[in-house]
């Protein structure tokens, strides 16, 4: 059987952008999660970091409370009220609500910010997460697939940030807040230690590509503390 040059052409281009296609799929997604977005975009320090114009921040502001206010579940405050089955109830429903809120918000706020202001949110939410959880925030998909964590990495960070948050619960046994203060340093600085030996060299350069230029992140916590995460 003997095809036409316009079949080979077509069959040629539908081959190519399955290829396209599959590649764009196993491409790991690095955008903050929608509360992320909203958190680190509303921050002064961030937003100072991005060039975000008068216009933006002003579109920003209404766009969050907005946000906010569609995200709050007020049926979730009475949880604990609850029978199992109310519960698993409730639990779909802010599924759903979540659902709902993602595909609602997430095009409105890209749409106000440019690509390159996009890209530096990335890179300040995954330096928040390295900071917050040291080399093991690595551990978090997608971070674990861009940089080609392995499975048993994957575990072995996954347990070296388990030990570090059950050292937490000793910090209230310590009678002054100076002591706590040395103590959560010091199981930081044992956390960070072992997480860094479980990664590459070259997984450490990836990660730290992926992070971009340092940013400071306690500073801009300190300003706006508060995330605004789905209730």
Known sequence: MRFGRPLIVFIACVLATAVARGMEADKPDLRPP??????????PAVQDELR???????????????YRAASVSPDSRKRGE????????????IAKRRATVERDYRPKIESL???????????????SLVWL?????????????AIGLSNDQKEMLA????????SLSGLKLLATPEER???????????????????TPEQKQRLTELCGNPFDIPG?????????RMK
Do not use: C, Y
Not at 118 to 125: G, V
Not at 159 to 166: M, N
């Open 159 to 166: 347990q070296i940030e388990f030990e570090w948050i059950r």
């Open 220 to 228: 801009a916590i300190a300003l706006f503390p508060k995330p605004a």
């Open 52 to 66: 975000v114009s008068v216009e933006q921040r002003e579109k920003l502001a209404r766009l969050t409370s907005e």
């Open 34 to 43: 929608l509360w992320a977005m909203f958190h680190w975009s509303s921050n």
């Open 82 to 93: 609850l029978s199992p089955e109310e519960r698993e109830k409730l639990d779909t429903q």
């Open 181 to 199: 203060k040395a103590k959560e340093t010091a199981d930081i600085q044992k956390r960070n230690a072992a997480s860094d030996t479980v990664l």
């Open 133 to 145: 959880n040291g080399p093991g925030g690595a551990g978090r998909t997608p971070i674990a697939q």
């Open 113 to 127: 910010l440019n690509a390159a202001q996009q890209q530096r949110l990335s890179e300040i939410h995954l330096q």
